[in-house]
């Protein structure tokens, strides 16, 4: 690595928003270096859930033949809960057992090791085990790269990618995030657990490489969030997600947190004799649309969970996907750039419009206020039990006591709850505004 | 195996089975002036890693290594400059093999 060299691009971070940039870069023909501080891709990440992977059609033709795929999801399920209660929106469909499939379960060492890899056979160059200390800049105060912790130091470029994650200290260097905002950043703590393949699929109904995701609300003691549980092929990952104010201020300790979900009468069951593999943690920016960075910056562009990229829509809840999204653009908008023979801001400037014509900002635009709604108070104190109330209502029989019906089993519901009938409409309008 | 056992793993049982290659530096400061000050102590509860305890003087006593570099402790201090984050050198750290 010489200080000498100037490459087109230099991509911080081969996670999969840097990975994308490489691959895009080196794919038009543009020199890129990919610096990783972690010992290989993958190492330093943790997610959630799914990894929804239509995307990469534009990366690998047939990637489902090769991406490492620990299960294909094909069933659904939203669980709202009490501490003795559930009730879940379950949906399951075979479409999605067979290619292009909708969503997988991975594990991020192999599946950031493997999109890596896809840029290095584009003829990027990978450099691990290296941090980006900060951002070099010329004597304009323009970005022409980036510092290293490597003895032989700076790398040169004509602009940088930032692609280091959500706690992106370049974006922050470059004055383009706040250095702190934890009101749009929430923390997830997972457990991986061994469970054995056969009793998996017995435990959640599957077959071969068919997996399960579930999503849950009203497991994290009032602080806003929530729970998971989803399929691997012989682990099953359990968590939860909190809103980083309120774990604060709740003074819970977030393992806690695990062990409530993890003895749910409805979680139990499926977890029963499984044992820890491995526990991690990590912060996932929440704040959605309006809390984004400025995209770009003279010689320097953001994308994935350093541009808050991922999707915290309630019912859609995404970031893989977005971050390789923002990647591509990102290395497309940068060969733009170079090939106009302007890297400002302003040459930059299409990765924006890019991002705006495809999923990446036109959904995160379209359910910008989503994510205050899902982490209202309401709908995460108060909604979990009512609905299962309301369900337990309905059909508890209560012979020879006459059947309340729909509206007298929501008003029993709703007034326990300390939920209006007024406050449950304008929620209703609230949501169907949010989603519609 | 009881439901109740999952409460039994303890939380030193729970950190060894994280990979952490330890480097020599430590890549988290903290001003234990400031965090004397300090009322709400946020970053004892939040750490996922369970990495700051308080001190009978009122200040932080903290360890760098087994930290999983979320960034919880700085986001949610409350006091500027009382916990100095930054990542640690290349190839150390956590490492995530399940992630």
């Not at chain 1, 909604?383 to 006459?402: H, I, K, Q, R, S």
């Not at chain 2, 996922?48 to 402790?73: K, Q, R, S, V, W």
């Amino acid at each position: 690595m010489s200080g000498a060299t100037e490459f087109d691009a230099v991509v911080v971070g081969a996670g999969p928003a840097g990975s994308a940039a490489a691959i895009a870069l080196a794919r038009a023909g543009r020199s890129v270096v990919l610096v990783e501080r972690g010992p290989f891709p993958g190492s330093k990440n943790v997610y959630g859930g799914v990894v929804y992977g239509r995307i990469l059609d534009q990366i690998v033709p047939a990637w489902w033949e090769e991406v490492p795929v620990e299960r294909w999801i094909v069933r659904r399920s939203t669980m709202m809960m009490t501490g003795t209660q559930s009730l879940s929106v379950d949906y399951r469909s075979q479409a999605w057992a067979d290619r292009p499939y909708n969503g997988m379960t991975t594990v991020r060492s192999r599946f950031d090791r493997w999109l890596a890899g896809k840029a290095t056979d584009a003829g990027a160059r990978l450099v691990t085990s290296t941090v980006a200390t900060g951002l070099v800049r010329d004597a304009s105060g323009r970005i022409c790269g980036v510092h290293t912790d490597r003895g032989d130091g700076d790398l040169r470029a004509r602009v940088v990618v930032a692609c280091d994650g959500v706690n992106s200290f370049l974006a922050k260097e470059a004055g383009l995030l706040p250095p702190a905002e934890a009101s749009h950043h929430t923390l997830g703590v997972k457990e991986v657990l061994d469970l054995p393949r056969s009793v998996i699929d017995e435990r959640f109904g599957l077959t071969g490489d068919e997996g399960t995701d579930i999503e849950i609300l009203g497991c994290t003691r009032g602080i806003p969030g929530g729970g998971f549980l989803y399929t691997n092929a012989d682990t099953v990952s359990v968590g939860v997600v909190l809103s980083l104010p309120h774990l604060a201020a709740a003074g819970v300790r977030p393992e806690e947190l695990i062990a409530d979900l993890k003895e749910h009468p409805s979680i139990a069951p499926y977890l029963r004799g499984a044992t820890l593999r491995e526990y991690a943690a990590h912060l996932i920016p929440e704040g959605g649309y309006d809390a984004m960075p400025t995209l770009a910056t003279d010689g320097m562009l953001v994308a994935g969970d350093a541009a808050a990229m991922t999707l915290a829509a309630g019912i859609w809840l995404e970031g893989v996907n977005f971050a390789i999204g923002s990647g591509l653009a990102a290395g497309r908008a940068v060969d733009r750039a170079i090939g106009a023979g302007d890297c400002s801001a302003a040459g930059l400037a299409s990765y924006r419009a890019d991002l705006e014509a495809q999923f990446v900002l036109a959904d995160h635009k379209r359910f910008r206020r989503a994510p205050s709604l899902i982490l209202s108070e309401r709908v995460q104190q108060r909604y979990p039990g009512f609905l299962c109330d309301m369900a337990e209502e309905l059909f508890t029989v209560t012979n020879p006591t006459p059947k309340p019906g729909g509206l007298r089993a929501t008003r029993i519901a709703a007034a326990r709850h300390g939920v209006t009938l007024r406050a449950l409409a304008a929620d209703t309008l609230r949501a169907l505004r949010v989603f519609g | 195996m009881t439901v109740r056992a999952w409460r039994g793993i303890s939380f030193a049982e729970r950190m060894a089975t994280v990979d952490f290659r330890v480097g020599a530096r430590a890549h988290i400061t903290v001003d234990a002036e400031i965090c004397r000050s300090c009322t709400t102590t946020a970053c004892v509860t939040a750490c996922p890693a369970d990495l700051f305890a308080p001190t009978a003087d009122g200040g932080i006593l903290f360890n760098y290594e087994e930290c999983f570099e979320c960034g919880t402790c700085y986001m949610v201090c409350n006091r500027e400059g009382a916990i100095t984050w930054t990542y640690p050198d290349g190839g150390q750290g956590v490492v995530f093999h399940h992630g």
